[in-house]
C-alpha cells in the first residue's frame, strides 16, 4: 500500500495481455483489407503508367501528320521527362524496355476486343509491365520517311500505325480487369 492509502498495483500482466490481446485481433481483422488496398494502388499506378504512355503516343502523332509510333524508342521523346520511362509499383524502379512489348494486331479494330478469351486476356508479361498493340495499315503511296530527311524528300513506305491498344499487368502478371455488377471480368485496354 501507498502512504496514500490507495494500493498500488504491482503487476500489471493481466492488462498488459488484455493490450496486446485486442491489438493483435485488430491487426488480424484489417490485414485482409490492408493488403487488397495494396492491390488495388499497385493496380492503380499501372493505370497511370498507360495513361503516361497514351499521352505519349498521342503526343507523337501530333508531331508526325496523325501517324502513331511503331517503337518504344519512338515514344521516348514524348514522356512527360523525355527519356525517363515510368515507374514500374512492383519493383519501384522505372520501367525497362523489354517491359514495354509490342505486338501486332492481325486485323483493324482487334483494339476494342476486351473480353478475357480474346487477344488481349491471353497476354502475360512481368508485373507492372505494359503490351503495346498495333495496327498498321498498309499504305501504297508517297509518304515522308520517318528518319531525319531533307524535308522535300519522299519514299515508300510500308505502313502507318493507325490503331493502338494499352494493356497493364497486374501482380501475376495477368492482364488488370475490370469486373462489371454483372458478374463478368472485362481487360482494361485504352485505345484510340
Known amino acids: 500500500m501507498r502512504a496514500d492509502g490507495k494500493d498500488e498495483m504491482r503487476y500489471p500482466w493481466a492488462e498488459i495481455g488484455i493490450f496486446l490481446s485486442a491489438g493483435s485481433l ?21 493505370k497511370v503508367n498507360l495513361h503516361a504512355l497514351q499521352v505519349s503516343m498521342e503526343k507523337y502523332a501530333v508531331y508526325h501528320h496523325g501517324d502513331y509510333p511503331s517503337t518504344v524508342q519512338e515514344m521516348e521523346p514524348y514522356f512527360e521527362k523525355p527519356g525517363s ?3 514500374n509499383p512492383y519493383t519501384q524502379e522505372p520501367l525497362r524496355e523489354e517491359e514495354i512489348q509490342l505486338f501486332l494486331y492481325p486485323r483493324s479494330g482487334e483494339n476494342r476486343d476486351n473480353s478475357m478469351d480474346g487477344i488481349h486476356g491471353r497476354l502475360t508479361a512481368a508485373p507492372g509491365g505494359i503490351a ?18 531533307p524535308e522535300d524528300t519522299l519514299a515508300t513506305i510500308d505502313s502507318l500505325v493507325t490503331e493502338y491498344g494499352l ?8 492482364p488488370i480487369t475490370i469486373h462489371d455488377p454483372a458478374g463478368r471480368d472485362y481487360v482494361f485496354i485504352l485505345r484510340n
Open 167 to 174: 494493356i497493364g499487368f497486374n501482380q501475376s502478371g495477368e
Open 132 to 149: 503495346v498493340g498495333l495496327f498498321m495499315t498498309p499504305v501504297d503511296s508517297l509518304a515522308p520517311v520517318k528518319t531525319p530527311a
Open 85 to 87: 520511362y515510368p515507374i
Open 26 to 46: 485488430v491487426g488480424l481483422l484489417t490485414y485482409p483489407q490492408y493488403k487488397e488496398a495494396k492491390v488495388m494502388e499497385r493496380e492503380a499506378r499501372v
